[in-house]
């Protein structure tokens, strides 16, 4: 964390409206981008929104709203630019030039943050892999000056010798660590290997929706939950214990809690975060956590199902939560969104209302999917019997003289283990 007695970088947030967002629209992307930029540990103190059809393709502003930034700029002692929209290499060159000071977009303040939190060895490659992709088009003499010169936000990462190698050296480093990645990648997929027959749930949404604190509400595993965008960069798999409102049900399964995601996440972190996001992508079912006291909620379960769709994660069966029902003033607007989701619920993960509700639902996701069967176990198998007693959902059990006689609601996944004691399944009624 940043003590006190570093001064913080006095940053202007830059934004321009467009044709696709309204005006309310534009200034919450600008206060986001504020939130973004004081999560790096700078202080925002300007704010400038310019209302345009299109951004300038030489300096995203026009020439006034340059002069009138050049002036700020000077009388408020500024050392950072934030422009929230991303940048081309030759906006980003003649911005640098034109201010004299360090210039930033969306992007590069969004790299910058998950480079300050990144704590495992695989997020830090995953970082450095999207950093050096990022920097490769932008890679010129003046960025080169400029890091040197202002340190600070934007310019960690990616160390200054790496920055003067060529281009060439540059390449060399993404293949390096795109292979150190692959392995890791590897190395996962057969830790994951031994679960399969658990039902698995995944977290899902929006930076701050508080996906951490039902994590924990629901695991009681403690990951660090903080009002800041990107507290977790990583993923984390307990086992959980649902049980059902009726107090019958039980079921072990599996939960996963990982990085959150935001409107424009840089196309080279998504791609980048593949191996943090396996997790995600072998889910069967998951959980859209959102932030249902912020204004621009519908926009936020927008861009969550864009980045579903980018990394393939799309169409799997979800569970909408809407969470921080707490915090609302009028909690109608619930009720309203059940119509349109099926299903979903209004939860607090923070004071643990309606958590029941969410598990039954949960329960009745994993019902969609299983099979009732009739088994008869012989008691020389009690290992597997043990073993789907913890996966699976028993409805009735008879211990006869020849074994254990089951009527068992079964994963698709867990058939084969079963398949041998089948004495009568529905679904072969001919
Ligand atoms: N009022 C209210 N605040 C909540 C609730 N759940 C979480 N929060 C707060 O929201 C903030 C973000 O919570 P996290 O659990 O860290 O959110 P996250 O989705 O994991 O965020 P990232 O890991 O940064 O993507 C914290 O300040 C929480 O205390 C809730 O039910 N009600
Ligand atoms: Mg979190």
Partial sequence: MHSLSVPRERALAIGVGSRAYTREQSLEHLEELSFLAETAGAEVVYTIFQDRDRPDAATVVGKGKLEEIKRIIQGDAIDIAIFDDELTPAQLRNLSRELGIKVLDRTGLILDIFASRARTSEARLQVELAQLQYLLPRLSRMWTHLSKQFGGIGSKGPGETQIETDRRLVRDRIALLKEKLEYVAVQKAEQRKGRTEMERFALVGYTNAGKSTLMNALTGAEVLIEDKLFATLDTTVRTMELTGSDHTTHRTVLLSDTVGFIRKLPAQLVASFRSTLAETLEADVLLHVVDISHPQFREHIQA???????????????????????????????????????HSVGISAQRGINIPALQDIMLAMIDKRSTVLRLMIPYSAMKEFTELYRTSTIIERVDTDMGIELIVRVLPEALHRVRQWIIENPLQKP
Avoid at 308 to 329: H, Q, R, Y
């Fill in 304 to 342: 969550v199902a864009e980045t579903l769709e980018d990394i393939g994660a799309s169409g799997k069966p979800t569970i909408m939560v809407f969470n921080k029902i707490d915090a609302l003033a009028d909690r109608s607007i619930v009720h309203h969104l059940q119509e349109i989701y099926p």
